[in-house]
C-alpha cells in the first residue's frame, strides 16, 4: 500500500506538472492509449471469445462513466492543488457505499450511516463552500469522485461474471473510444516530452493497481485501508516542494476525517465477513 500510496501520488504530481499544457479530454485519452497498449496481452484473448449482451451493456455504461470521470479529474489537476484533488478523491468509497445500499440492496446499519455523514462532513471541511470562493476545480473533482464511484459499483458487479484482468483492460478499450471524439475537437499537437509524460502516467497508474491487488492479497483491508491517508500527506508535500502550493491544514484535516470514516466501514465490513461462512456477493470489498 505504501508503493500503491506512491505511485497515485506520482500520477497526480505529473498530470499537476503538465498544468494544462494540453486539453483534459486530450490528455486522458493519451493516457488510456498507452493503457491499451499494456493491456493488450488480456484484452484480445476476451474480445475474440467475446460477451454476453448484458455484460456489453455494463462495460458501456462504466465506460461512459469513466470517461466524464478522467475529464473531470485532468480538469481539475490544471486547477486546484494536488492535496485538495487527492483529498476530494476519498469521496470514491463513500459514494460506493451509498450506491451499494440504494441500487445493490445492501444494508445501510445505523454505525455505517455515521460514518458516511462524518465522512461527507470531511469533505464539507476540504471544500468549505462559503467561507471561501469554489474553483470550477473543486466541482469538477466531486464530479469525477461521484462517477468513479459509480463506475465502481459497475465494475463490483461485472467482477462476479468476468475476470478482473478483463475488466480493467474492457475498460481502458471503452474510455478509449469514449474520449477519442472529444480529444479530436480538442485536439492540439502534443510534443515528445508530453507524451513521454504522459505514457508514464499509465506506467504509474497500471503499477499501482497491480501493488495495491497484491496488497489487498496480502493483509487485511483493517491494515491496508488507513495507510492511504498517507497519499494525503504525500500529496501535500509534493505539492509545497515542486509547485509551491500554500499547505492547507483544513485539506489535511478534512482528508484525514474522511479515511477514518472510510477505515471504520472498511473494519465492520471485514467484521461482517467473517460471521459469513459463504460470503455473498453483495458483501465483496467496497
Not at 66 to 89: C, D, P
Request: charged share 10%; aromatic share 10%; net charge positive.
Amino acid at each position: 500500500m505504501l508503493a500503491t500510496g506512491f505511485c497515485f501520488v506520482a500520477v497526480n504530481a505529473i498530470v499537476r506538472g503538465l498544468d494544462g499544457a494540453l486539453p483534459a479530454p486530450q490528455s486522458a485519452f493519451i493516457r488510456f492509449c498507452y493503457g491499451i497498449v499494456f493491456l493488450g496481452p488480456v484484452l484480445l484473448p476476451a474480445l475474440r471469445q467475446g460477451f454476453a449482451p448484458r455484460i456489453w451493456r455494463m462495460f458501456t455504461g462504466r465506460g461512459a462513466l469513466h470517461v466524464v470521470a478522467v475529464i473531470a479529474w485532468f480538469y481539475a489537476m490544471s486547477r486546484i492543488t494536488v492535496a485538495e484533488v487527492t483529498a476530494i478523491g476519498f469521496l470514491n468509497p463513500i459514494v460506493v457505499t451509498i450506491g451499494a445500499a440504494i441500487f445493490m440492496g445492501e444494508r445501510l446499519a445505523a454505525r455505517r450511516v455515521v460514518a458516511v455523514c462524518v465522512a461527507v462532513l470531511g469533505a464539507l471541511i476540504v471544500l468549505r463552500p462559503g467561507l471561501r470562493p469554489l474553483d470550477p476545480g473543486h466541482l469538477s473533482q466531486v464530479l469525477a469522485s461521484i462517477c468513479f464511484g459509480c463506475s465502481y459499483l459497475i465494475a463490483k458487479r461485472i467482477s462476479a461474471e468476468v475476470p478482473a484482468a478483463v475488466v480493467v483492460a474492457m475498460m481502458s478499450l471503452t474510455v478509449t473510444i469514449g474520449l477519442a471524439p472529444i480529444a479530436w475537437a480538442v485536439w492540439v499537437p502534443p510534443t515528445l516530452e508530453q507524451l513521454a509524460w504522459l505514457g508514464l502516467v499509465a506506467v504509474f497508474a497500471t503499477l499501482g493497481h497491480y501493488t495495491m491487488t497484491r496488497a489487498f492479497a496480502a493483509a487485511p483491508l483493517t491494515v491496508t485501508q488507513p495507510v492511504t491517508f498517507l497519499q494525503l500527506i504525500w500529496a501535500s508535500l509534493i505539492g509545497v516542494t515542486l509547485f509551491h502550493e500554500p499547505l492547507d491544514g483544513w485539506v489535511i484535516l478534512g482528508g484525514g476525517i474522511m479515511i477514518g470514516a472510510i477505515s471504520y466501514i472498511t473494519w465492520r465490513e471485514a467484521r461482517m465477513r467473517t460471521r459469513l461462512k459463504t460470503p455473498p456477493v453483495s458483501a465483496t470489498k467496497e
